[in-house]
């Protein structure tokens, strides 16, 4: 099955900088990625996706790039702000239909720090 | 409001006593599904859901049980719960249909402790 690694596990920017987080996967098959949020004591929430026929994507602050040859995946925000710190899961899947299966990353605490 | 609800948020129990945790959601989703969070592991699947009358396994799914007896709710039910499963865990669902087919709507958590 699917395998998600996402790196790091925890980072730490000052408000204005940029964040980077990295993910890979195994299944060359996979073409959804959704990027999640979770703000403290709630649930996670989807901020962006992308699919394997697009390279980039970009909504305001923040984008996502995909490298289907490396099986690879990023998160880039920029211009930080103190309510950007939250966890940040990274996932992957065949689809988006009745059977696909969303495989998630370990998670990336992000801290803005004023 | 589009939501999904679980309850109860928190419980401490005891290793043996039986609970289930409700979800609920007003979307009218096909699909459900129950994950687990736990340090440095991230979100893993316990059971899912992708009509009524339909479950399957995850990755997770030893010491739990599902239904789906109508559309709208998921409960997720420890027989015998013990120690390993104190997690905090997550409800979520998601439509078939439509151009947001992949975007998966999370309740608020449900913080388990088993004694």
């Known amino acids: 099955g699917e395998n998600v690694e996402q790196h790091p596990s925890t980072l730490s920017v000052q408000e204005g900088d940029s964040a980077v987080i990295k993910c890979t996967y195994s299944?060359?098959?996979?073409?959804?990625f959704p990027w999640y949020k979770q703000e403290l004591g709630k649930g996670p929430q989807l901020i962006i996706d992308i699919r394997s026929n697009v390279g980039e994507k970009k909504d305001q602050r923040i984008a996502v790039t995909l490298n289907k040859t490396a099986k690879h995946f990023s998160l880039h925000i920029t211009e930080t702000q103190p309510e950007d710190s939250a966890v940040y899961f990274c996932a992957a899947s065949l689809g988006t239909g009745t059977a696909s299966k969303l495989t998630f990353g370990t998670g990336t605490r992000l801290q803005v720090t004023l | 409001e589009a939501q999904v609800t679980q309850n109860p948020r928190y419980l401490i129990t005891v290793t043996g006593k039986k609970l289930t945790v409700t979800c609920s959601q007003n979307?009218?989703?096909?699909?459900m599904s129950w994950y687990r969070q736990d340090p440095g592991l991230g979100l893993r699947q316990i059971y899912y859901?992708?009509?009524?009358?339909?479950?399957d396994k995850g990755d997770v799914p030893e010491g739990y049980k599902v239904s789906r007896k109508e559309k709208r709710n998921f409960p997720l039910i420890l027989e015998s719960p013990s120690p390993n499963q104190t997690s905090l865990y997550f409800c979520a669902s998601r439509t078939h249909r439509g151009p947001n087919t992949g975007e998966l709507f999370f309740g608020e958590g449900s913080r388990l402790t088993v004694l």
């Open positions: 979307m009218n989703h096909e699909y």
């Open positions: 299944d060359s098959a996979s073409n959804y």
């Open positions: 859901s992708m009509n009524v009358e339909v479950t």
